[in-house]
Nanobody, 125 residues
Framework: QVQLVESGGGLVQAGGSLRLSCAAS????????MGWFRQAPGKEREFVAA????????YYADSVKGRFTISRDNAKNTAYLQMNSLKPEDTAVYYC??????????????????WGQGTQVTVSS
């Protein structure tokens, strides 16, 4: 059974940092692209960042570019999202996801087959 478990969320003041982790189990995802998405209250889930199977390429939403960094450790079957200079508008539940059949970056939710349960990030002003 495939499982993705996010951790690292919490409450932080504006300007602070958090590092989210996404640990996968049940199968190896070293040949699959991974992504992070977020959903704020009353809003649709949106793309945040994605990384290719090897970690050689990354892509970010404009709203987080220059502040967030996605990475992965295939030996640990884990992906990360380093979030710096956090803003109140970054407050959301953050989800990691995996494309089961692709190595390459995609930004649409429909391309991702496995999802974690989410971790809450709250940024106070």
């Amino acid at each position: 059974q495939v499982q993705l478990v996010e951790s690292g969320g919490g409450l932080v003041q504006a300007g602070g940092s958090l590092r989210l982790s996404c640990a996968a189990s049940g199968r190896t995802f070293s040949n699959n692209a991974m992504g992070w998405f977020r959903q704020a209250p009353g809003k649709e889930r949106e793309f945040v960042a994605a990384i290719t199977w090897s970690g050689g390429a990354t892509y970010y939403a404009d709203s987080v570019k220059g502040r967030f960094t996605i990475s992965r450790d295939n030996a640990k079957n884990t992906a990360y999202l380093q979030m710096n200079s956090l803003k109140p508008e970054d407050t959301a539940v953050y989800y990691c996801a995996v494309q089961s059949t692709s190595r390459w970056i995609r930004t649409q939710l429909k391309n991702y087959d496995y999802w974690g349960q989410g971790t809450q990030v709250t940024v106070s002003s």
